[in-house]
């Protein structure tokens, strides 16, 4: 969340004070530990199709992208990389540190600098094409069509960039409450209409040819007393169904709407920091519990609950033919049974944490881990 800087000082002071106080005093706590794994028997293959190295993420989270069969990932080091089938068709460095990982369209792959600058690579040879000051952060995956390449700074604001040479083509503001998430989710790209959530609960549609804002819904009305308590921000990227679009808060509500006009068809109370995911059937969320909960794609009503993960900082759901896949925060990839939510299958990646969104490729699906360990997977 952001933090004013003189608030920020005082929280870092404080948590100074306290790690020192813990290691002075013999009663502190470590607090309570991820839940142990849990046996099961498999009732589906993660069979491993490859893995590579692209390194670590650093404090950021970064993306991987998939265009057709080509994987592109990047590094907080500067590397940029697009791997086929395992084998790597290109890799260089940028020469400057990354706040995001690697959008990309097949013809150009857009990365940006902890400085606030956007460089974007020929996606076929890894060549520079551009570079551009942006003057923002930005720590979403830059979102890249043919009309535009898009990103979302972390003060809220949209900056449409032209693919050509990275001119400035216009730019979506709108305003930013006193606490906000430190939200990593991108924006969505369907037919001319970029879709993005922002803090405050809202949902925007906005047009991709002149920045002009379409229409905006409320997912969540922030509440309580205090700023803290009236977080209520869309967490990760919306997710479009036939002609449905889907979001969730933190600390607030999840719910589906009619992508034409912004009409509500569905709101229950919800609260996740990482988002959902949904096929024609269910919708999946991670809560902040780290229970993986599947909702009737038209209804909102609840299926079925896998809560077994608890404080294994569960990832972004991802589904996947009859199953849902789930990282955590040492490597693992749980695979559930789409229709049950029980564990059908699981392998590790790594020691990483996977915090990144993972991401279908083909049958299956690549994982990035926080270490910069790739590892592409088939469901069977």
Not at 111 to 124: F, R
Request: proline content about 5%; hydrophobic content about 45%.
């Amino acid at each position: 969340m952001r933090i004013s800087p003189v608030r920020a000082l005082m929280l870092g002071s404080a948590l100074v004070l306290a790690a020192g106080c813990s290691s002075l005093n013999p009663f502190a706590s470590s607090g309570p530990k991820p839940a142990e794994l849990v046996a099961f028997q498999p009732a589906a293959e993660l069979r491993p199709l490859w893995s590579a190295r692209v390194g670590g993420s650093g404090p950021y989270v970064f993306q991987p992208e998939v265009v057709g069969g080509s994987v592109y990932a990047a590094a907080h080091g500067g590397t940029v990389a697009r791997y086929e089938n395992g084998r790597t068709q290109w890799s260089v460095s940028v020469g400057k540190r990354l706040s995001a990982g690697v959008g990309s369209d097949g013809t150009l792959a857009v990365v940006v600098t902890t400085a606030g600058e956007a460089i974007a690579l020929d996606a076929a040879t890894g060549a520079e094409r551009w570079r551009v000051p942006v003057g923002a952060e930005v720590l979403a995956q830059p979102a890249v069509s043919a009309e535009v390449v898009l990103l979302r700074a972390s003060d809220s604001r949209l900056i449409a960039l032209s693919p050509a040479d990275g001119a400035r083509r216009w730019v979506y503001q709108r305003s930013t409450p006193p606490l906000a998430l430190r939200n990593f989710g991108g924006v969505a790209l369907e037919s001319g209409v970029a879709l993005a959530g922002f803090p405050g609960g809202k949902l925007a549609a906005v047009n991709l040819n002149n920045g002009g804002e379409m229409w905006e819904l409320t997912v969540a009305s922030p509440r309580g007393a205090t700023e803290l308590e009236r977080v209520a921000d869309v967490a990760g990227t919306p997710v479009l169904g036939r002609r449905e679009i889907c979001a969730v808060t933190y600390q607030g509500r999840a719910g589906c709407f009619d992508a034409t006009n912004g009409n509500p068809l569905w709101s229950r109370e919800f609260s996740s920091s990482v988002g959902m995911d949904r096929d024609v059937r269910f919708v999946y969320i991670t809560d902040e519990g780290n229970a993986v909960h599947a909702l009737d794609a038209f209804s909102g009503a609840s299926v079925w609950k896998q809560d077994a993960l608890q404080r294994r900082a569960v990832s972004r759901p991802l589904a996947v033919g009859n199953h849902v896949a789930v990282g955590d925060l040492a490597g693992y990839v749980h695979l559930l049974r789409r229709e049950d939510g029980r564990f059908a299958a699981r392998e590790r990646v790594g020691s990483g944490a996977i915090v990144a969104d993972m991401r279908r490729l083909g049958e299956g699906f690549v994982v990035q881990t926080r270490d910069g360990d790739l590892q592409a997977f088939e469901v069977r």
